[in-house]
T-cell receptor, first 111, second 116 residues
Framework: LAKTTQPISMDSYEGQEVNITCSHN???????ITWYQQFPSQGPRFIIQGYKTKVTNEVASLFIPADRKSSTLSLPRVSLSDTAVYYC????????????FGQGTELSVKP | EAGVVQSPRYKIIEKKQPVAFWCNPISGHNTLYWYLQNLGQGPELLIRYENEEAVDDSQLPKDRFSAERLKGVDSTLKIQPAELGDSAVYLCASSFGGAGNTGELFFGEGSRLTVL
């Protein structure tokens, strides 16, 4: 399984766009990139998943360059409620249960 | 639609005592997972069930941990005897394995165990 590396923590202010980059140099051809969000005292929640280029949903955007060795989760105009830990995972599309969670990025949004 | 339900939310026990956690997955989800999450770390898989069969229990410490998923629906995770190092959050998740499966995991709120 591809190993991922992401910053341990990030700080932001309300209204700013936040970009969290994840590096996965040994991503395999069949691997997808998935991001989860976890609030304190809750289980992780699926945010977005992609294979290449750009994916956007109502919550976030995911940018994946052509070489796929990294990906960037973009959260537009964050609010205090976006304070959470964000996990980047890499693996086969329909095998979510085999994905390995790393330490994640703890995002702190300040007023 | 109800999400993944876990109980109890919190449990405090003395070391060497037994403890059990219960999980009710989302209706129709045939795959169920138990994860352990230590403070400041990501979840780590303990066991994965496909229906009632444990298909991956390689990370489950079998000397003291056991799990079952009778009838392929609810599941119970047991620790006996508990040790101080077992203090953590135990997360249950489920996923749909049929057509259109995206691998998305749906997690419960977790059961926080404190062993004194």
């Amino acid at each position: 399984l591809a190993k991922t590396t992401q910053p341990i923590s990030m700080d932001s202010y309300e209204g700013q766009e936040v970009n969290i980059t994840c590096s996965h140099n040994n991503i395999a051809t069949n691997d997808y990139i998935t991001w989860y969000q976890q609030f304190p005292s809750q289980g992780p929640r699926f945010i977005i998943q992609g294979y290449k280029t750009k994916v956007t949903n109502e919550v976030a955007s995911l940018f994946i360059p052509a070489d796929r060795k990294s990906s960037t989760l973009s959260l537009p105009r964050v609010s205090l409620s976006d304070t959470a830990v964000y996990y980047c995972l890499v693996g086969i599309y329909n095998q979510g249960g085999k994905l390995i969670f790393g330490q994640g990025t703890e995002l702190s949004v300040k007023p | 639609e109800a999400g993944v339900v876990q109980s109890p939310r919190y449990k405090i026990i003395e070391k060497k005592q037994p403890v059990a956690f219960w999980c009710n997955p989302i209706s129709g989800h045939n795959t169920l997972y138990w994860y352990l999450q230590n403070l400041g770390q990501g979840p780590e898989l303990l066991i994965r069930y496909e229906n009632e069969e444990a298909v991956d229990d390689s990370q489950l410490p079998k000397d003291r941990f056991s799990a079952e998923r009778l009838k392929g629906v609810d599941s119970t995770l047991k620790i006996q005897p508990a040790e101080l190092g077992d203090s953590a959050v135990y997360l249950c998740a489920s996923s749909f394995g049929g057509a259109g499966n995206t691998g998305e995991l749906f997690f419960g709120e977790g059961s926080r165990l404190t062993v004194l």
